[in-house]
């Protein structure tokens, strides 16, 4: 069982007891994890759909993710997550890139967003941080990231958005 070093750069001490708890939906590799680990959080549940991506993740981390978010969000599954205090994810961005078909939210991958809702429905999350690319401000001509914060308010939660690039924070790309 390999997972990154406690000395590892990326990974920052882990504190015994945890800021807060955290699940990591559309894992991927573990972006989120790191994260919300150097942030003084706990993972405590992930769900990533991808074969590698999930092997990846097993490699990172000793821990194997659960898979398909579809599967996960049937009712004789959701309670299978635990409760928690932020739900993480960055939801596919296919459909919403200006590099892809602009499905926006009624494509397959995209529409993923949904499944996230009924996710916050049922486990009452306090806080979430969910990403995706510039393009959800644009897509449908914008009526995409109404849909977006219309559904979160009425789930009770308020809404901030920032769009971040990775050349600065010291990545070599642009996105």
């Not at 790191?34 to 000793?62: H, Q, V, W």
């Not at 997550?81 to 991958?109: E, N, T």
């Amino acid at each position: 069982k390999r997972s990154l070093r406690k000395d590892h750069p990326l990974r920052k001490e882990i504190r015994k007891e945890p800021r807060f708890t955290f699940i990591d939906l559309f894992a991927g590799i573990g972006g989120f994890r790191l994260a919300g680990e150097n942030a003084g959080g706990k993972c405590i549940f992930t769900s990533e759909k991808d074969k590698y991506a999930r092997i990846s993740y097993y490699c990172n981390f000793g821990e194997m993710p659960f898979g398909d978010i579809n599967v996960l969000t049937k009712p004789q599954n959701i309670s299978k997550i635990p409760p928690h205090d932020v739900l993480c994810g960055g939801f596919p961005c296919q459909d919403l890139s200006v590099a892809g078909k602009r499905a926006g939210l009624d494509g397959a991958r995209s529409g993923l967003f949904w499944e996230i809702c009924r996710i916050l429905d049922e486990t009452k999350t306090k806080w979430f941080v969910l990403e995706n690319v510039p393009g959800l401000l644009s897509s449908n001509n914008g009526a995409d990231m109404g849909t977006v914060i219309e559904a979160l308010v009425e789930r009770g939660y308020g809404v901030a958005y920032r769009i971040l690039d990775a050349q600065y924070f010291g990545v070599p790309q642009r996105r």
